[in-house]
């Protein structure tokens, strides 16, 4: 089993639909989480960092869930913008996961 | 404004030749990292430097190497020992080393002809 696992898509939704990613990681020791977003040939940049209680930044909800070893990512109200290469990484040794394409349609 | 850049944005080089990546940072962060991405992959580790004058081996780094003289600075070497170098190297860098939140440079996409 991989470390870091992600559906590569692509996640094809219409505007203003909710749209949800799971990664799922091994090593249960993990303790830092976080999810970044990459744009076509650019560099990845930090969407939100995970907690234990779960957070959320706008349209944007992340939860851990320890016991099933996975992290989501959900979006509501999909903006035309929002599509973009989604990638968690996990862990002290920052392990990042392949990345799920998500297309916003209009 | 503080940040990473990294130069040049495109290169070329010829097969056998050696080239050097350069990356820099103004964020006074002391961890400073290098990743690989291949096209519709994930990125890969190949070196990281918690502190000036020290660095360690990430999961790839056969091929490469680097040297963390400055805190700003860290050089990244693509060697012509490293078979498959075309790809897109990103420098990040963090405040502190292990699980904190690395922030990356805008990437150098290398190209061996």
């Known amino acids: 089993r991989k470390e870091v696992e992600q559906d590569p898509g692509p996640f094809n939704v219409p505007e203003g639909a909710t749209v949800a990613f799971n990664c799922t990681y091994s090593?249960?020791?993990?303790?830092?989480f976080f999810w970044y977003r990459q744009d076509c040939r650019k560099e990845p940049k930090l969407l939100m960092s995970?907690?234990?209680s779960g957070n959320e930044d706008g349209r944007f909800t992340a939860q851990l869930n320890r016991a099933s070893q996975y992290i989501s990512l959900l979006i509501r109200d999909s903006k035309l913008s929002d599509s973009a290469t989604y990638l968690c990484?996990?862990?002290?040794?920052?392990?990042f996961g392949p990345g799920t394409r998500l297309s916003v349609l209009p | 404004d503080g940040g990473i850049t990294q130069s040049p944005k495109y290169l070329f080089r010829k097969e056998g030749q050696n080239v050097t990546l350069s990356c820099e940072q103004n964020?006074?962060?002391?961890?400073m990292y290098w990743y690989r991405q291949d096209p519709g992959q994930g990125l890969r580790l190949i070196y990281y430097?918690?502190?000036?004058?020290?660095?360690q081996k990430g999961d790839i780094a056969e091929g490469y190497s680097v040297s963390r003289e400055k805190k700003e600075s860290f050089p990244l070497t693509v060697t012509s020992a490293q078979k498959n170098p075309t790809a897109f190297y990103l420098c990040?860098?963090?405040?502190?080393?292990?699980?904190?939140?690395?922030?990356f440079g805008p990437g150098t996409r290398l190209t061996v002809l």
């Open positions: 990040a860098s963090s405040i502190g080393g292990t699980g904190q939140e690395q922030f």
């Open positions: 990484v996990v862990g002290q040794n920052f392990v």
């Open positions: 995970v907690y234990s």
């Open positions: 090593n249960s020791a993990s303790q830092s």
């Open positions: 964020l006074n962060h002391d961890a």
């Open positions: 430097s918690q502190i000036v004058n020290d660095f």
